[in-house]
T-cell receptor
Framework: DAGVTQSPTHLIKTRGQQVTLRCSPKSGHDTVSWYQQALGQGPQFIFQYYEEEERQRGNFPDRFSGHQFPNYSSELNVNALLLGDSALYLC??????????????FGPGTRLTVT | SQQGEEDPQALSIQEGENATMNCSYK?????LQWYRQNSGRGLVHLILIRSNEREKHSGRLRVTLDTSKKSSSLLITASRAADTASYFC???????????FGTGTRLQVFP
């Protein structure tokens, strides 16, 4: 049973550039959530996708956008990168549609460094 | 913003001792969960306690929840060096299935 996978593992970008991070959910899961974790902090909720639509959003600017594909995989896009966007980006999958166990399964994360 | 705060921020103990971490949160919740994170990588789900439960056990883990005080505790009994990690509480606010994480407790268990 494949768990949550994320790619790439590490990424270095320059201020002003754009980045795309990818996530494949755990087998059988249909909901994907994205979190940003700054060094020494807890993860912060960015947004959640279900049925290819953004269902919930945290307090992040529009520079952060996402997409969910029919196979439930997801992408996180960040435009006009700032130094403060340097963080570990975590993807989590779960079951939506009312079958809410509330447990989320996390991937290993993508470490983004903005220089 | 962070929903909860863990206490203590850091904890160092010897193998075999018990470790207790506390979490406080701010709003009404559906459930509270505890996660472990090793070396800044992905989080591992440990245990979930629903708002109508007061105590839950899983192996060496014991979680309590006091909704009147908006607080929870995680007890790890007979700790092992492999328990060294950061531990986060996360709440599921009413009306949503997103998670709001606390600031974490860094636990170090010495052999």
């Amino acid at each position: 049973d494949a768990g949550v996978t994320q790619s790439p593992t590490h990424l270095i970008k320059t201020r002003g550039q754009q980045v795309t991070l990818r996530c494949s959910p755990k087998s059988g899961h249909d909901t994907v959530s994205w979190y940003q974790q700054a060094l020494g902090q807890g993860p912060q909720f960015i947004f959640q996708y279900y049925e290819e639509e953004e269902r919930q959003r945290g307090n992040f600017p529009d520079r952060f956008s996402g997409h969910q594909f029919p196979n439930y995989s997801s992408e996180l896009n960040v435009n006009a990168l700032l130094l403060g966007d340097s963080a570990l980006y975590l993807c989590a999958s779960s079951l939506g549609s009312g079958r809410r166990t509330y447990e989320q399964y996390f991937g290993p994360g993508t470490r983004l460094t903005v220089t | 913003s962070q929903q909860g705060e863990e206490d203590p921020q850091a904890l160092s103990i010897q193998e075999g001792e018990n470790a207790t971490m506390n979490c406080s949160y701010k709003t009404s919740i559906n459930n509270l969960q505890w996660y472990r994170q090793n070396s800044g990588r992905g989080l591992v789900h440990l245990i979930l306690i629903r708002s109508n439960e007061r105590e839950k056990h899983s192996g060496r883990l014991r979680v309590t929840l006091d909704t009147s005080k908006k607080s929870s505790s995680l007890l790890i009994t007979a700790s092992r060096a492999a328990d060294t990690a950061s531990y986060f509480c996360a709440t599921g606010p009413v009306g949503t299935d997103k998670l709001i994480f606390g600031t974490g407790t860094r636990l170090q268990v010495f052999p």
